[in-house]
C-alpha cells in the first residue's frame, strides 16, 4: 500500500492516537512524510486536532485533497470528514458509516482504484 501510494506521487502521512513510536522503523520512513500521533505532534484524531495537524504541516494541500483511511467511525471517519477530507472505511461487518467509501478489508482497497 505505501508503495502504491508513493507511486501515485501522494504525501503519506500515517496518523494514530496510538502509544506505538512508528519513527524509527525503517521500512515505514522510506515512504511516509509524517507521521502524527500524541507523542510526536501532542494531538489526537478523537478531537480532530490531528487532521489540523497535517493541514498546518502542509498549508498549499487542501484538505479536499486529503483522504483517511481508517476503521474508527468518530476519529477516523467522522472528525476527518469534518476537517474536510475525504475518507475511506474499513468496515468487516455491514457497518453504516458517513465516509465517502466503505469496503471491508484493507485488501479489498487494494484492489480497486481509490489512490
Known sequence: LFRQV???GCLLVVITD??????NIPYLNQYVDLFVSPQTCNVTKVNGEAYSAV????????ASSCVMIGDNPISDIL???EKGWKTIYIAP??????ADWTVPSVSELLSNSFV
Open 6 to 8: 508513493k507511486q501515485h
Open 18 to 23: 496510538g502509544t506505538a513510536d512508528f519513527t
Open 55 to 62: 493541514m498546518k504541516a502542509y498549508p498549499s494541500i487542501p
Open 79 to 81: 472528525r476527518a470528514r
Open 93 to 98: 461487518s455491514s457497518d453504516e458509516s458517513a
